[in-house]
């Protein structure tokens, strides 16, 4: 299990109650997590100063985690591409007081098609400061781009992958793990849309509170949490090489974590009724960019 700490450093989800935790709860989510096996953080500085509270973790306390983190969102037109990916991958090492990052992302799919970009990350790999190179992604149809065009460039792959999506995602992972790719899962919650109440709404807005019914119930014949069910899933099919989980407080991480020690496997029959229920659903509700066109009216 990576950690996620996006929400250490804004609030994020769309079922997100707590906000930022206080620079204390975020060291003690810290700590919890060190002492309890997560030895990987996910970050970028696009989360706020998530960046900046790793960074005085690691100054104030003799623990370090590997790190993985982001480019930023907008590469501009006409950029020195060298510069500015070196520049970047320096200023987040300054931000996370570290002297290298396991693995730097491109935040932005479209990014590796800009020329000399992934030549630049490779330049930055030689030199030690990152030790993998990936991307994070939204579609199958960009991991499918990555084997046939730039596998010989890129480690790791980030992937929203949950029991909304999965179906959609199966082939490409096959391909991709075949050509040597890892597998990062992330918004194994769909940003928390799988714990909102299907009367709620938002999920009548957008579509989805059939499905959120229906991954309930699911997750209620193998008596199980939906929390429980949304991981389990996932590492019973065997897809991911890695889960990055996030939380906005130490009692949600604790949650978290239990997950992993209390996994249990789900047979390949509710695996197989789940993705042949899930085919139906609406592509926005898998796409949180579309999201604020659902939202108007909601807490007005």
């Known amino acids: 299990m990576i950690l996620g700490t996006v929400q250490l450093g804004i609030s994020y989800g769309i079922n997100n109650k707590n906000g930022k935790p206080e620079l204390e709860e975020a060291f003690n989510i810290l700590d919890y997590a060190y002492d309890h096996g997560i030895t990987t953080l996910d970050t970028g500085p696009m989360y706020g100063d998530a960046e900046n509270i790793i960074g005085r973790y690691f100054t104030k306390y003799s623990r370090r985690f590997l790190v993985n983190t982001k480019a930023p969102d907008i590469i501009p037109k006409g950029v020195d591409v060298d510069e500015f990916i070196l520049t970047s991958i ?3 090492l300054s931000r996370l007081q570290s002297k ?3 693995c730097y992302f491109l935040h932005q799919f479209g990014h590796c098609r800009i020329d000399g970009v992934l030549e630049a990350m ?15 992604l939204y579609y199958p149809r960009e991991l499918l781009y990555i ?6 460039f890129v480690d790791v792959v980030q992937i929203p992958l949950n029991i909304f999506s999965m179906h959609e995602w199966e082939d490409s ?3 991709a793990k075949d ?6 899962a992330r918004s194994i919650y769909l940003q928390g849309l799988v714990f909102m109440d299907p009367a709620d709404k938002f999920p009548r ?13 699911m997750a209620g014949s193998v008596d199980s949490s939906i929390a429980h069910f949304c991981y389990d899933v996932l590492i019973s099919n065997s897809h991911p090489d890695d889960v990055i989980v996030g939380c906005e407080s130490l009692e949600q991480l604790k949650s978290n974590i239990a997950l992993e020690n209390e996994k249990n496997i789900i047979g390949e029959e509710v695996i197989q009724q789940l993705n042949e229920y899930m085919m139906t659903i609406p592509k926005d509700v898998l796409d949180p960019t579309t ?6 009216g909601i807490g007005e």
């Open 100 to 102: 290298y990052v396991d």
């Open 90 to 92: 320096k200023k987040s």
């Open 291 to 296: 999201w604020n066109n659902y939202k108007k």
């Open 205 to 217: 807005n957008i579509g989805a509170s059939e499905y959120i019914r229906y991954a309930c119930a």
């Open 173 to 175: 992972i096959r391909i």
């Open 179 to 184: 050509a040597g790719i890892r597998i990062y």
């Open 122 to 136: 490779q330049d930055a790999k030689k030199k030690g400061i990152i030790h993998n190179v990936g991307i994070s």
């Open 147 to 152: 084997v046939s065009e730039i596998a010989d």
